[in-house]
């Protein structure tokens, strides 16, 4: 299925290029692609498998979880209570729920920005063991919110699901229902976002994609689902990318919220010391190549996506995936973005010899099957089964020696330190993530295909 407004062909050809190369490359099963041109839907089309065994192609109004992109759909909730004068964004969260770490000092608006301080419960892109079992809200709020704040409220920007599990029981708190009722009624429903799927509530339907995850370069292998429950509010969406694509046009047209809400979630909030956080409230915000633009990334356990619109524009690209911690989300979506714009995208790049020494002995001894276990937390330990050993010696192995291993890019996130590691063999690369505890030891330790 295709849109109708089409793209020019020279553009088309080059985004199916784009998707040849990229899906080559990371080996991700398949992506669902969605472009605005113009303000209007002027491309969809899905490349690959949706699953691999028994085979299903990707068709385009096939339902990807969304991640972390559902999190601006929480903070719209929030800006149409504010709107309906239920809810302000410099209320106390503990307003609605006193029981939290200094939940008078801390306010909506600070956990909608990622400057709250509450520590992520899910930073890592692999479900741990714990999280294959079924919680509630109340649960993540009352281990992760009930914690000592990683830093003073406004004075940090760290990305934390926790902000979104509370900003949703604010917006059920406040607007008296469930918050996937609020959704439905005040978004999906007036957008025409019929393809919208709760799958925090249950898993995909078995006509749509199958998520799936690796460990290393071994085979794809289908992915272990979260329990229900864990990811209510900060990224339990699913739908077509056309979908998405409805959504993004009416950010562009500001067609669904009023002026003011619009301005606030896309203005950039400032730390207490001036200094800018690249964030609004629910999307990353700045200029690239001189246009400004909204964008989010999205990570569930077997689906990666990424959504960025420009617009003054009136351009936007979504890209859905299913595999999980894979760059191909990403990478297609930089490699689109200058097809129906033009320019070119930043990387950012940072040296660490230390954690590249470290990263290093730990992928040459994956290499030849061997882990040096002290060095793991106890999640970590429990990834590391004997298939995922022997995924990493079988897929890592006949690489050879790496002809280099550069830190790409150092941040905070959860409490803990992440890294991405960029390596370099004659015929291909690959990219390793780490997360790194306060006491050194790790967290998190994946080998992935480049897309990029």
Same mark, same amino acid.
């Given at each position: 299925?295709?849109?109708?407004?089409?793209?020019?062909?020279?553009?088309?050809?080059?985004?199916?290029?784009? +998707?040849?190369?990229?899906?080559?490359?990371?080996?991700?099963?398949?992506?669902?692609?969605?472009?605005?041109?113009?303000?209007? &839907?002027?491309? &969809?089309?899905?490349?690959?498998?949706?699953?691999?065994?028994?085979?299903?192609?990707?068709?385009?109004?096939?339902?990807?979880?969304?991640?972390?992109?559902?999190?601006?759909?929480? +903070?719209?909730?929030?800006?149409?209570?504010?709107?309906?004068?239920?809810?302000? #964004?410099?209320?106390?969260?503990?307003?609605? #729920?006193?029981?939290?770490?200094?939940?008078?000092?801390?306010?909506?608006?600070?956990?909608?920005?990622?400057?709250?301080?509450?520590?992520?419960?899910?930073?890592?892109?692999?479900?741990?063991?714990?999280?294959?079992?079924?919680?509630?809200?109340?649960?993540?709020?009352?281990?992760?919110?009930?914690?000592?704040?990683?830093?003073?409220?406004?004075?940090?920007?760290?990305?934390?699901?926790?902000?979104?599990?509370?900003?949703?029981?604010?917006?059920?708190?406040?607007?008296?229902?469930?918050?996937?009722?609020?959704?439905?009624?005040?978004?999906?429903?007036?957008?025409?976002?019929?393809?919208?799927?709760?799958?925090?509530?249950?898993?995909?339907?078995?006509?749509?994609?199958?998520?799936?995850?690796?460990? @290393?370069?071994?085979?794809?292998?289908?992915?272990?689902?979260?329990?229900?429950?864990?990811?209510?509010?900060?990224?339990? #969406?699913?739908?077509?990318?056309?979908?998405?694509?409805?959504?993004?046009?009416?950010?562009?047209?500001?067609?669904? #919220? &009023?002026?003011?809400?619009?301005?606030?979630?896309?203005?950039?909030?400032?730390?207490?010391?001036?200094?800018?956080?690249?964030?609004?409230?629910?999307?990353?915000?700045?200029?690239?190549?001189?246009?400004?633009? =909204?964008?989010?990334?999205?990570?569930?356990?077997?689906?990666?996506?990424?959504?960025?619109?420009?617009?003054?524009?009136?351009?936007?690209?979504?890209?859905?995936?299913?595999?999980?911690?894979?760059? @191909? +989300?990403?990478?297609?979506?930089?490699? =689109?973005?200058?097809?129906?714009?033009?320019?070119?995208?930043?990387?950012?790049?940072?040296?660490?010899?230390?954690?590249?020494?470290?990263?290093?002995? =730990?992928?040459?001894?994956?290499?030849?099957?061997?882990?040096?276990?002290?060095?793991?937390?106890?999640?970590?330990?429990?990834?590391?089964?004997?298939? +995922?050993?022997?995924?990493?010696? @079988?897929?890592?192995?006949?690489?050879?020696?790496?002809?280099?291993?550069?830190?790409?890019?150092?941040?905070?996130?959860?409490?803990?330190?992440?890294?991405?590691?960029?390596?370099?063999?004659?015929?291909?690369?690959?990219?390793?993530?780490?997360?790194?505890?306060?006491?050194?030891?790790?967290?998190?330790?994946?080998?992935?295909?480049?897309?990029?």
């Amino acid at each position: 299925m295709m849109a109708q407004s089409g793209l020019p062909a020279t553009t088309v050809s080059g985004i199916d290029a784009a +998707a040849a190369d990229v899906l080559k490359a990371t080996g991700v099963p398949s992506a669902s692609v969605a472009v605005v041109q113009g303000g209007k &839907v002027a491309y &969809v089309k899905a490349y690959g498998m949706s699953r691999l065994e028994p085979p299903m192609q990707a068709t385009p109004e096939m339902q990807y979880s969304i991640g972390s992109i559902s999190k601006q759909f929480t +903070a719209a909730v929030i800006l149409l209570l504010v709107q309906d004068g239920k809810v302000k #964004l410099d209320d106390p969260v503990g307003k609605y #729920l006193p029981e939290l770490t200094r939940a008078n000092e801390v306010t909506v608006r600070q956990v909608l920005s990622m400057t709250a301080g509450y520590q992520d419960f899910w930073p890592e892109d692999y479900v741990m063991t714990s999280m294959m079992k079924p919680a509630t809200p109340q649960h993540i709020l009352d281990v992760w919110a009930k914690k000592p704040l990683d830093f003073e409220p406004g004075t940090q920007w760290q990305y934390s699901n926790t902000n979104y599990v509370i900003a949703g029981r604010i917006a059920e708190i406040a607007g008296g229902k469930p918050l996937i009722e609020q959704l439905q009624e005040r978004i999906f429903r007036p957008l025409k976002m019929t393809g919208v799927f709760n799958s925090d509530a249950s898993r995909l339907p078995a006509n749509d994609p199958t998520g799936y995850y690796q460990h @290393a370069l071994g085979p794809l292998r289908p992915a272990p689902a979260e329990g229900q429950g864990w990811m209510f509010a900060a990224g339990e #969406l699913a739908m077509p990318a056309s979908d998405l694509a409805l959504w993004n046009i009416s950010m562009m047209d500001r067609a669904l #919220l &009023v002026p003011a809400s619009y301005d606030e979630m896309f203005k950039e909030v400032k730390l207490k010391d001036g200094k800018g956080t690249g964030y609004g409230l629910g999307v990353q915000v700045g200029t690239r190549n001189g246009r400004r633009f =909204i964008e989010h990334s999205g990570e569930v356990s077997g689906f990666v996506s990424e959504n960025i619109v420009f617009p003054e524009d009136k351009v936007a690209v979504t890209v859905l995936t299913n595999e999980d911690a894979s760059s @191909a +989300a990403g990478a297609l979506g930089r490699k =689109i973005a200058p097809l129906v714009l033009g320019g070119a995208s930043d990387t950012t790049s940072a040296s660490a010899a230390a954690a590249e020494k470290r990263a290093l002995d =730990i992928f040459t001894g994956l290499q030849e099957g061997r882990l040096d276990r002290t060095q793991l937390t106890e999640y970590c330990d429990s990834y590391f089964t004997q298939e +995922a050993i022997g995924d990493f010696a @079988a897929s890592l192995k006949p690489l050879g020696m790496p002809t280099s291993f550069k830190q790409t890019s150092e941040s905070k996130r959860g409490g803990m330190t992440f890294r991405v590691f960029s390596v370099s063999f004659p015929q291909r690369q690959v990219r390793v993530t780490v997360y790194e505890m306060p006491d050194g030891k790790l967290e998190q330790y994946l080998v992935e295909p480049s897309g990029s």
